[in-house]
C-alpha cells in the first residue's frame, strides 16, 4: 500500500512539475499577444480586413511580431552578458526552486541542447539492488553525490552520497536511462546488456 501510494504521490508530482511551466510559457504568451495585439491595432486598422487560414490580419501580425521577439531574444540569450545574467538568476533565485536544475539539465539533453554539464547515468547498489542514478557531483576523491529517480516518475527521487568503488559507471545516454524509469525497467535487457 505504501509503495502505491509512493508512486501515486510521484506521479502527481512529475505532472506539477511537467505542467508548470507549460501553464507559464503559455500564460506568458497570451500576454505578449494581447500587448502585441493592442500595439498593432492602430497600424493594422489602416490596413483592409483580410482573413488567410481564417485569421485576420492583426492575428497574423500579432504571431509574425512574437516569434520575431522570440528569436531576437534567443540571439540575445546567446552573448556573454546576457548568459552571466541568467547563471545570475539561476543561482540566486531559480536554484532554489526544487528540481530545477537537474530538470534543466536533463530537458536540454533530451531536447538536444549542448550542455557543459552532461550527467552522467551510473547504477548505485541499494537495499532493493542496482538501480540507475545520475552523478551530480565529486565531493573528495573517493565519495560522489547521486540523483536516485524514481520510477515511473524520474522528476523526483533521492540524493545519495555514495563511495567511488559502489558506483558502476554505464555508457549509456541520460534519454535511454529516463526512458527506460518512466517505462517500469522495459527495455533494460537490451539497454544493460554485458553492462551488469
Do not use: H
Amino acid at each position: 500500500m505504501k509503495n502505491i501510494l509512493k508512486i501515486i504521490k510521484a506521479t502527481f508530482l512529475g505532472g506539477i512539475f511537467f505542467l508548470a511551466p507549460l501553464i507559464l510559457l503559455i500564460v506568458l504568451l497570451e500576454k505578449g499577444y494581447n500587448i502585441v495585439q493592442k500595439i498593432t491595432l492602430p497600424l493594422v486598422s489602416l490596413l483592409p480586413r483580410v482573413k488567410i487560414l481564417g485569421l485576420a490580419l492583426q492575428e497574423l501580425i500579432g504571431i509574425l511580431i512574437i516569434i520575431i521577439i522570440c528569436f531576437l531574444a534567443g540571439l540575445l540569450a546567446r552573448k556573454a552578458k546576457a548568459q552571466k545574467l541568467i547563471q545570475k538568476l539561476e543561482d540566486g533565485v531559480l536554484s532554489f526552486v526544487p528540481g530545477y536544475s537537474f530538470m534543466k539539465k536533463m530537458n536540454e539533453n533530451i531536447v538536444g541542447f549542448e550542455s557543459n554539464e552532461e550527467l552522467k547515468v551510473v547504477l548505485v547498489p541499494t537495499d532493493a539492488g542496482l538501480q540507475f542514478a545520475f552523478l551530480i557531483e565529486q565531493i573528495d576523491e573517493n565519495n560522489f553525490s547521486v540523483f536516485i529517480p524514481d520510477a515511473p516518475n524520474p522528476w523526483s527521487g533521492s540524493v545519495c552520497f555514495v563511495n567511488k568503488k559502489d558506483i558502476k559507471e554505464l555508457e549509456i545516454s541520460q534519454k535511454e536511462a529516463l526512458a527506460c524509469i518512466r517505462k517500469l525497467g522495459y527495455g533494460s535487457a537490451a539497454l544493460l546488456k554485458n553492462k551488469l
